[in-house]
Antibody, heavy 120, light 107 residues
């Protein structure tokens, strides 16, 4: 059974960098595309970006200048960094696996999500 | 970006009734549209991919249809566990986008 688990600080100060890690268990991180998706409280879903196990990445243009996604295949983990955060970045952040053979969805496995609050 | 508009915003139905949810895209997405279910405090769950294919383990009462810009998710004979928020998502145009959601609530 594939499981994803997000970890990282739940509170980040405005203008600082948000850092989260997704640990994958039950399957290898290889041969899949892995995404970060976020959801502000009470609102809809926004795709942040993806990475392939080889290190290839692609980001939402709306966040591209502030986002970095990286992979650590030895630990079966991938990470998100979002710089210069503001209150608008307060959201539940999900990591998710794209179904085999796909890259921009559909996502068939998701982490439980972690709430990150940006404080001033 | 391709804007997905879901309607209605809220659907009030009783268990056993049929729910019909709509997703309209501002640009064609061919058949590259999926549907997700989200319950409070939980991650989204994939229901349908590529317009009409049920994901693994999804009951047959969930069905998807459509192509181009107009899509429908139908939930036949609503079960108590089906009351949730449903999102559509397209992967045909860059970047991938989601609709704003339709809440299916108990009448």
């Amino acid at each position: 059974q594939v499981q994803l688990q997000e970890s990282g600080p739940g509170l980040v100060k405005s203008s600082e960098t948000l850092s989260l890690t997704c640990t994958v268990s039950g399957d290898s991180i290889s041969n899949y595309y892995w995404s970060w998706i976020r959801q502000p409280p009470g609102k809809g879903l926004e795709w942040i970006g993806y990475m392939y196990y080889s290190g290839t990445t692609n980001y939402n243009p709306s966040l591209k200048s502030r986002v970095t996604i990286s992979v650590d295949t030895s630990r079966n983990q991938f990470s998100l960094k979002l710089s210069s955060v503001t209150a608008a970045d307060t959201a539940v952040y999900y990591c998710a696996r794209c179904a085999r053979g796909y890259s921009y969805g559909p996502w068939d496995y998701w982490g439980q999500g972690t709430l990150v609050t940006v404080s001033s | 970006e391709n804007v997905l508009t879901q309607s209605p915003a809220t659907l009030s139905l009783s268990p056993g009734e049929t729910a019909t949810l709509s997703c309209r895209a501002s640009q064609t997405v061919s058949s590259y549209l999926g549907w997700y279910q989200q319950k409070p405090g939980q991650a989204p769950r994939l229901l349908i991919y590529d317009a009409s294919n049920r994901a693994t383990g999804i009951p047959a009462r969930f069905s998807g249809s459509g192509s181009g810009t107009d899509f429908t998710l139908t939930i036949s004979s609503l079960e108590p566990e089906d009351f949730a928020v449903y999102y559509c998502q397209q992967r045909n145009n860059w970047p991938p986008t989601f609709g704003q959601g339709t809440k299916v609530e108990i009448k």
